[in-house]
């Protein structure tokens, strides 16, 4: 039977045949304005519920954004990180205020832009953890290793194909948010052909509905898997700090 | 007399249950975190046990309900799920290091942390006490983790290696180390206390002493688990006597001395009884709730029921 680390949201986990597979690198596309880091959140939390070790890697938000919304899904998340069930990297405030930053995590990336030190703080976050059964890495978001100038996905593809191989040897599953509007087409292709899963949210393109934020999935490893879902559509709203997930048929717009 | 102590392990019907027994019970206890680290309710911190989210909610609820006093059982220093993170490790001379299965080093303070919101989430769901079972070193050469050995070798200003054989060859050592460990396991019950106490939660905790002529009956606590009943008596509403947990009951060797000490504590006591129980057995526990004047006899429910 496949390990496998749901999000905690019924439809979306029953459609990913129960959740995303042990191993297993996916990539999360979004574009400004939906919610993406709530559904990060979900997968967050929900491993935290079920007792798997959890890394979240951040590049865009404070630590206390994360705790703050794991902590409204009902997870104590101060309680998971002084059991060293949830540890966080800090690439976001590091760079100005690391001593600020070093209050809430030992794990600190100085330079985005530099692999060497994602992977390597990466790794000692890893190793903090000690002997772990299951894990799971979330980044927020990969898009930062990938800076407006650079129109070559070379860093973010490097360290994905490094994470591909560490996931198959090693086991746990990475899961990163990519800003596809925010590259061109070409660099978001080259991150797409290296992960196993690629998820998508984005605002429907109809006119009739174009504040609905729609969930794709657009790749698989499973085969037979993708092709049951290749032409389905996933409707989501997020209402009383609840995020809702239905194939877009199930209910009436 | 003899209440059911509900194990995780148990399939049974809340409802049914106290439908069929509430009319002849008056207590009861209910592992609310069992020894694998799944908690029978929902946490938010614990994962849930499988399709016993609400086990432990609807047992309480309805007991409450019915009168009866509901202790909740959690299972302190063993937790399967944190066993690889926070394992208590033993070390000897020429001897690979061994992990107790299952045992959490009393040592490691986020542990206390966890532990103390379990306790402070359970103290919400309609509970008379928390007994705290396995509140305890798993042997007496335990232990030697990487924290266990820097803290003590800075406490006593000794070389980077040492062991429980070293310890026990100088007796001035020995005593100190055992007294230094009996010391974090009462730290470790003030902090839980404490941390109720802050949160508004006073309720009563019993603590578990195992009482079994293998590790020395109750003097042997000491030595063998880390147990200071004195000092834990300081913290405790009542300990919970677990008779006899690895060998077969003997009536010869239990006389009056084995409990004067505890009982010089006067502090409440109950008794528990986790293997298949016979009729001569049962005659036995209750002597010995005669002796210590003990104020229930927790059996597991299957035994009951039969």
């Avoid at chain 1, 998340?77 to 760079?95: H, N, Q, R, T, Y």
């Avoid at chain 1, 997020?238 to 194939?247: A, D, T």
């Avoid at chain 2, 989430?121 to 990487?146: H, M, N």
Wanted: hydrophobic share 45%; proline share 3%.
């Amino acid at each position: 039977m496949k390990n496998m680390y749901s999000f905690g949201i019924t439809e979306l986990d029953e459609a990913l045949g129960g959740g995303l597979e042990d191993g297993s690198v996916t990539i999360l596309e979004d574009e400004m304005g939906v919610f993406s880091d709530i559904l990060l959140s979900y997968f967050i939390a929900r491993g935290l519920k079920r007792g798997d070790d959890v890394i979240v890697l951040l590049t865009e938000h404070p630590i206390q954004y994360y705790i703050n919304m794991i902590n409204i899904l009902g997870v104590k998340a101060d309680v998971a990180m002084e059991v060293g069930k949830l540890v966080f990297i800090d690439a976001f405030l590091s760079p100005f205020t690391v001593s600020r930053s070093l209050q809430r995590t030992k794990f600190a990336i100085r330079n985005v832009g530099s692999l060497s030190d994602i992977r390597q703080t990466l790794q000692s976050a890893i190793q903090s953890l000690g002997e772990t059964d299951r894990l799971r890495i979330v980044i927020d978001s990969l898009s930062q290793f990938l800076p407006p100038m650079t129109q070559s996905p070379q860093p973010a593809a490097i360290f994905l194909q490094q994470q591909h191989v560490e996931r198959n040897e090693r086991g746990g599953v990475l899961l990163a948010l990519v800003h596809r509007d925010g590259h061109s087409l070409h660099i978001v292709r080259s991150i797409e052909y290296i992960a196993d899963i690629v998820l998508r949210m984005c605002f429907s393109e109809s006119e009739k509905s174009k504040k609905d934020v729609l969930l794709y999935v657009l790749k698989t490893n499973d085969p037979l898997l993708f092709e049951k879902l290749q032409n389905k559509v996933f409707l989501c709203s997020y209402k009383q700090n609840r995020l809702l997930i239905h194939e877009r048929d199930k209910i009436i717009i | 007399m003899v209440a059911p102590l509900i194990s995780e392990d148990i399939a049974l019907d809340p409802s049914a249950f106290l439908g069929e027994y509430g009319g002849y019970i008056d207590e009861l206890a209910i592992v609310a975190k069992a020894a694998s680290g799944e908690t029978l309710y929902q946490s938010s911190i614990a994962p849930s046990m499988m399709d016993k989210e609400n086990f432990f909610e609807r047992f309480s609820n309805i007991a409450k309900y019915l009168d009866i006093s509901t202790y909740a059982v959690i299972h302190a220093f063993f937790d399967e799920l944190f066993h690889k993170k926070f394992k208590s490790v033993s070390l000897n001379a020429e001897e690979i290091p061994v992990s107790a299965t299952g045992f959490i080093c009393p040592n490691k303070k986020g542990y206390w942390k966890y532990l103390a919101e379990i306790m402070v989430e359970i103290a919400d769901l309609q509970v008379s006490g928390i007994i705290l079972l396995d509140f305890r070193y798993p042997w007496r050469k335990y232990c030697f983790c990487t924290e266990c050995i820097r803290d003590f070798r800075m406490l006593e200003n000794l070389p980077v290696y040492f062991h429980y054989g070293l310890l026990e060859e100088r007796i001035d050592l020995y005593e100190k180390w055992l007294k230094w460990r009996s010391g974090v396991l009462s730290d470790a019950l003030k902090y839980f206390i404490n941390h109720l106490n802050s949160q508004g939660k006073n309720i009563p905790v019993i603590v578990e002493v195992i009482l079994d002529p293998i590790s020395e009956m109750t003097s042997g606590v000491f030595e063998y688990f880390g147990q200071n009943l004195e000092e834990l008596s300081k913290s405790v509403d009542g300990f919970i006597l677990n008779i006899f947990p690895f060998s077969t009951i003997d009536k010869d060797v239990i006389t009056d001395d084995v409990f004067t000490g505890i009982i010089s504590l006067n502090k409440p006591i109950y008794l528990l009884y986790t293997k298949n129980l016979t009729e001569s057995e049962l005659e036995i526990l209750k002597e010995i709730a005669k002796i210590v004047n003990a104020k229930k006899i927790f059996i597991k429910f299957a035994q009951i029921a039969s």
